[in-house]
């Protein structure tokens, strides 16, 4: 069974930076794509970034260059540093694991941007 735990969400002031983490337990293949979504109040989840297991990097492009994703293959784990932060960046994230044929999400995590 695969797991994904996150941490490192809270509340960051505009124009700050913040970093999230994920690490995936279980029985995770060599090649896989992990990614962050993220969801606010009323609104659908939607992708923030993913990184392939060869590093290739895909972001949304309202956190281009702010953020950056990037992952160590052999812990399991993705990172999300995120600078600049805006107040429309305030959500839920969710760490995404796709493991073929399965995905897996985190539990989530708060990210709060004040203005």
């Known amino acids: 069974q695969v797991q994904l735990v996150e941490s490192g969400g809270g509340l960051v002031q505009a124009g700050g930076s913040l970093r999230l983490s994920c690490a995936a337990s279980g029985t995770i293949f060599r090649i896989n794509n992990m990614g962050w979504y993220r969801q606010a109040p009323g609104k659908q989840r939607e992708l923030v970034a993913i990184?392939?297991?060869?590093?290739?990097?895909n972001y949304a492009d309202s956190v281009k260059d702010r953020f950056t994703i990037s992952r160590d293959n052999a812990k399991n784990t993705v990172s999300l540093q995120m600078n600049s932060a805006k107040p429309e960046d305030t959500a839920i994230y969710y760490c995404?694991?796709?493991?073929?044929?399965?995905?897996?999400w985190g539990q989530g995590t708060q990210v709060t941007v004040s203005s």
């Open positions: 995404r694991l796709f493991n073929a044929p399965k995905v897996y």
């Open positions: 990184i392939t297991s060869g590093g290739t990097t």
